[in-house]
């Protein structure tokens, strides 16, 4: 499959603990993006990289939260001392910076985050 | 700042019936304009898009759009619905990076299709 991937695609974890999420993108897709769906609402965008370099972060992304491209492939997302409205669909996304196709973003299955 | 508004939550249209599913947005400057469909416990799968040119943009299964620049309207349709059409579709936005908009999409609130056998 050479779509986005993303792990884990649940996690149940206790108010307080520290959760982490890997997406990887497309294979050669420079951009990638990370978004919050709550139940019953569109996506928001929370972060946004080019290569290893983050380029935009939401007013949603609190001091908690903290995402790493480190070589420009992969991304991970981390939440620290997760509280009960983390709980989410955590969604990660890739497109091209170049080219045709460069505005259209690929989204990978989500992480479910619950968090009790 | 960008906006989408799906003035629908649920459209519920008999199969072999044509289908629409309604979008309007604001931004500054022209629109990129997105529609993609979601499947239950999925992430989102990209339907179509219009960036530029033709008003009327084809996109995957059957699925076309309109874009309507003095409406500000983006609505999705299709001639004939499907059974296996019946998921959430979201419309989203995006102004020229560098524009105040940077390259995040803005997405509705979503609109649930139930195509009825």
């Known amino acids: 499959d050479t779509g986005v991937s993303q792990n884990p695609r649940h996690k149940i974890t206790k108010r307080g603990q520290n959760v982490t999420f890997r997406c990887d993108p497309i294979?050669?897709?420079?951009?990638l993006y990370w978004y919050r769906q709550t139940l019953g609402q569109g996506p928001e965008f929370l972060t946004y990289?080019?290569?290893?370099?983050?380029?935009?972060k939401s007013r949603l992304l609190s001091d908690r939260f903290s995402a790493e491209r480190p070589k420009g492939s992969f991304s991970t997302l981390e939440i620290q001392r997760t509280e009960q409205g983390d709980s989410a669909m955590y969604l990660c996304a890739s497109s091209l910076a170049a080219g045709a196709d460069t505005d259209t973003q690929y989204f990978g299955p989500g992480t479910r985050l619950t968090v009790l | 700042a960008q906006s989408v508004a799906q003035p629908e939550d649920q459209v519920n249209v008999a199969e072999g019936n044509p289908l629409t599913v309604k979008c309007t947005y604001s931004v500054s400057g022209n629109p990129y304009l997105f529609w993609y469909v979601q499947y239950p416990n999925r992430g989102l799968q990209f339907l179509l898009k219009?960036?530029?040119?033709?008003?009327l943009v084809k996109g995957s299964y059957g699925f076309e759009a309109e874009f309507n620049k003095s409406q500000t309207s983006f609505h999705l349709k299709k001639p004939s619905a499907l059974v296996s059409d019946s998921a959430l579709y979201f419309c989203a936005v995006r102004g020229l990076p560098g524009r105040g908009s940077a390259r995040q999409l803005t997405f509705g609130s979503g609109t649930q299709l139930t195509v009825l056998p």
């Open positions: 294979s050669e897709h420079n951009r």
């Open positions: 990289f080019q290569n290893e370099a983050q380029l935009e």
């Open positions: 219009y960036i530029t040119g033709d008003n």
